[in-house]
């Protein structure tokens, strides 16, 4: 049966400075294998007990992924269903329908085309972080 987990912790850069932490905000939680949390943090979480406190690094493939060159695309402004002139750096959208369709962000609009990106924003990135498990259960309705 699958566990439930919950988590303080704390996200270092390569200074070893804290960016992000639970410290005074929510504990992050997750059930094993329901594909809510990062696969590299659950997998470094699964088997702990409460009390555990810990360290690991993460590379991008196991946790946002890669970044990959072939996720930026020029697209034609006709292809957009909005006015071209509204488009600006930095908005996101969804272009494609049904299992084609994919989340991206405007990273550059030019004369030719609009420069989107479909990669997550955090691919590419890898993490270090500090954890304490503060809640390890099983799974209740």
């Given at each position: 049966m699958p566990k439930f987990y919950k988590f303080e912790y704390a996200i270092l850069n390569e200074k070893k400075e804290i960016v992000d932490s639970s410290d005074g905000g929510e504990p992050l939680s997750f059930?094993?294998?329901?594909?809510?949390?990062?696969?590299?943090?659950?997998?470094?979480?699964?088997?702990?007990?409460?009390?555990?406190?810990?360290?690991?690094f993460l590379e991008p493939a196991e946790a946002y992924g890669l970044h990959h060159r072939r996720l930026i695309k020029t697209l034609s402004k006709d292809m957009i269903h909005t006015d071209a002139e509204e488009i600006k750096v930095g908005m996101v959208f969804q272009v494609g329908s049904g299992k084609e369709s994919e989340v991206v962000k405007v990273i550059a609009v030019e004369d030719d085309g609009i420069v989107v990106d479909g990669n997550h924003p955090l691919a590419g990135i890898s993490f270090h972080f500090d954890i304490h498990v503060i809640e390890v259960r099983e799974v209740s309705e």
């Open positions: 059930v094993e294998g329901d594909g809510t949390m990062i696969g590299g943090l659950e997998n470094a979480l699964l088997g702990r007990a409460v009390g555990d406190e810990f360290s690991v």
